[in-house]
């Protein structure tokens, strides 16, 4: 049979808990009590706030006020506010103070306190309760320390990011200062080596050599100047092309007639030569045309410039999607890189890996720094005499300025075949 819960039988009781004795409720409560006269001299006092205090109820009782038991400070603040308070208002709640123990360590404690009055008003004692708090204040101070040192650290901080800044513009301005200064030497130069080249010619011209070695001595020399004249040229349209990426806007540019002008500016192609191109992932790019042109440029250049000897270079341009960033993709089967000799002069300015290519050491150079400033990154793959896969990651459009995939040239070239989704241009 259910009964209601109001009538349902309790639990059977241990009845020596119901038979708790009231005093010795008081002298071992889990906190402090005491009472005390209006002045503050103490005339009760529990064994737990004795047992904080170290002190005999005999040194205490009728012997010392409430007041001496607190710090210095703590005895001015009872004196000035507490106690006030607790005559006007009868009582006052969680009073934060320090108690001095006997052997001089000091105690943390809330104090709560209410006024007993006689009928006529009179005051006629105060009854204290006290909660040791300790490990509260422990804590708090924990909090303290924290506060503290995360304010430091972000003072620090803000130190530190006002340098990183004047390292910045510092670093900024030492740019602009070398581009300057290269552009205005590599101008300055090319006269004076023209001038040379000039000479020589006339010199070959209108001079007749009898030594054996003459003939050779003036092919270097000739070759020499080339290379100084292709430095310079280079030098030239690296800053000339910083500057103008500087005034030039990102703009979104259709790659498969973009690619194509390109390679049609390759020609003639080497015997055999194929692209194949696959834009469907992403057939717009966002960046400053001038700065796509250059980085297309060198890489399909350099695919034919290192294909290898005897094998038909076969590129591939195409476009896929990561996280974040769009992929332009550049694969040939060309003379490959040695990337565990050489991954890390792989974009540094003159550095080339096959001298017996002719080149100036500028076309990855330039690739890697307009990924950069283009707010990507460039990631190669590479093995010897198997070719190059060159990865560039651009920050990606937003999906909803995406022309259709279906992008083909207004006026294809004879040349041009649809292979799949992309295209394969072939000589």
């Not at 071992?28 to 170290?54: E, F, I, M, S």
């Not at 422990?138 to 530190?160: D, I, M, N, P, T």
Request: charged share 25%.
């Amino acid at each position: 049979m259910n009964l209601p819960e109001d009538e349902e039988p309790l639990p059977a009781l241990d009845l020596r808990l119901t038979q708790e004795n009231l005093e010795d409720l008081y002298e071992h409560a889990p906190c402090g009590y005491c009472t005390c006269l209006p002045d503050g001299t103490l005339v009760k006092l529990n064994q737990t706030l004795l047992g904080w205090l170290g002190y005999r109820r005999e040194e205490l009782v009728a012997r010392r006020c409430l007041q001496q038991l607190l710090t210095v400070g703590g005895r001015v603040h009872y004196e000035t506010h507490c106690a006030p308070l607790l005559l006007l208002q009868g009582q006052v709640r969680e009073m934060s103070y320090l108690l001095r123990r006997r052997d001089g360590s000091t105690l943390p404690v809330l104090l709560s306190a209410v006024l007993l009055r006689e009928p006529d008003g009179t005051p006629l004692a105060v009854r204290v309760s006290l909660f040791d708090i300790t490990e509260r204040r422990k804590y708090e101070q924990e909090l303290l320390r924290a506060k503290v040192q995360a304010e430091e650290q972000r003072e620090q901080l803000a130190r530190a990011n006002e340098q990183l800044r004047a390292k910045n513009e510092q670093l900024t301005r030492i740019n602009a200062d070398l581009d300057s200064f290269v552009y205005t030497a590599s101008h300055d130069l090319k006269q004076p080596i023209n001038n040379m080249v000039g000479l020589f010619e006339e010199l070959r011209r209108s001079v007749t050599f009898h030594d054996a070695e003459a003939t050779q001595m003036m092919c270097m020399f000739e070759d020499a100047l080339g290379q100084i004249l292709a430095t310079i040229d280079g030098l030239t349209q690296v800053v000339q092309l910083q500057r103008a990426l500087e005034q030039m806007p990102a703009e979104p540019v259709a790659l498969q007639p973009f690619t194509e002008e390109i390679i049609r500016s390759l020609q003639p192609l080497p015997a055999g030569a194929t692209f194949e191109l696959d834009f469907a992932a992403a057939p717009v790019l966002r960046m400053a045309r001038p700065g796509l042109h250059s980085l297309l440029y060198n890489l399909l250049s350099n695919a034919l410039k290192y294909a290898v000897p005897g094998r038909p270079p076969r590129v591939r341009v195409r476009t896929t999607r990561a996280p974040h960033a769009t992929v332009l993709e550049v694969q040939d089967n060309g003379r490959g890189i040695d990337l565990q000799r050489h991954s890390r002069e792989l974009f540094q300015l003159f550095r080339r890996f096959h001298p017996e290519v002719a080149g100036t050491g500028m076309g990855l150079y330039l690739v890697n720094r307009l990924a950069r400033q283009a707010g990507g990154r460039v990631e190669v793959d590479s093995t010897v005499d198997a070719g190059t896969t060159f990865r560039i990651f651009l920050p990606r459009e937003d999906e909803a300025s995406q022309p259709p995939a279906g992008l083909t040239f207004a006026s294809p070239p004879s040349s041009l075949s649809e292979k799949g989704r992309g295209s394969q241009l072939t000589r």
